[in-house]
């Protein structure tokens, strides 16, 4: 029988283990099984984070949208509570932005709303 060197698989697929966890600390870049701890733990973090990112965005489109409120005389809450009364279809996205590059506008909408 010929002889069959074997391994070209697994050392593929070591060299991609190994490749994803470039730039990783200690023996999290160079021991296999470490390193594929290391990629599904952060393959986990990266989904939440997704996830989370979101929440922080809105978060900060109301941090300005309050800020800018604040110079106008009014709260946040009472002045999306107004918002929803009027009718007026803007979220809060639009309405940051809004604040933040065109001030005109907002205050025309911030003196619509009251």
Same mark, same amino acid.
């Given at each position: 029988?010929p002889?069959?060197?074997?391994?070209?698989?697994?050392?593929k %697929?070591?060299k991609?283990v190994? !490749?994803?966890?470039? &730039?990783? %600390?200690?023996?999290r870049?160079?021991?296999?099984?470490?390193? %594929?701890t290391? @990629?599904? #733990?952060?393959?986990?973090h990266?989904f939440?984070?997704r %996830? #989370?990112k979101? &929440?922080v965005?809105r !978060?900060?489109w109301?941090?300005?949208?309050?800020?800018?409120?604040t110079?106008? &005389?009014?709260?946040?809450? #009472?002045? $999306?509570?107004?918002?929803?009364?009027k009718? $007026?279809?803007l979220?809060r #996205?639009m309405?940051?932005q $809004?604040a933040?590059?065109?001030?005109k !506008?907002?205050?025309? @909408?911030?003196?619509q709303?009251k």
């Amino acid at each position: 029988m010929p002889r069959v060197k074997r391994g070209t698989i697994s050392v593929k %697929r070591r060299k991609n283990v190994l !490749a994803k966890t470039k &730039g990783f %600390r200690h023996g999290r870049k160079s021991k296999e099984t470490m390193a %594929r701890t290391a @990629i599904r #733990k952060a393959g986990q973090h990266s989904f939440q984070d997704r %996830r #989370k990112k979101k &929440g922080v965005f809105r !978060a900060t489109w109301i941090i300005r949208m309050n800020a800018a409120l604040t110079a106008h &005389g009014e709260s946040y809450s #009472k002045f $999306i509570k107004k918002l929803s009364d009027k009718k $007026i279809l803007l979220n809060r #996205k639009m309405l940051s932005q $809004i604040a933040r590059d065109h001030t005109k !506008a907002f205050e025309r @909408i911030v003196d619509q709303v009251k």
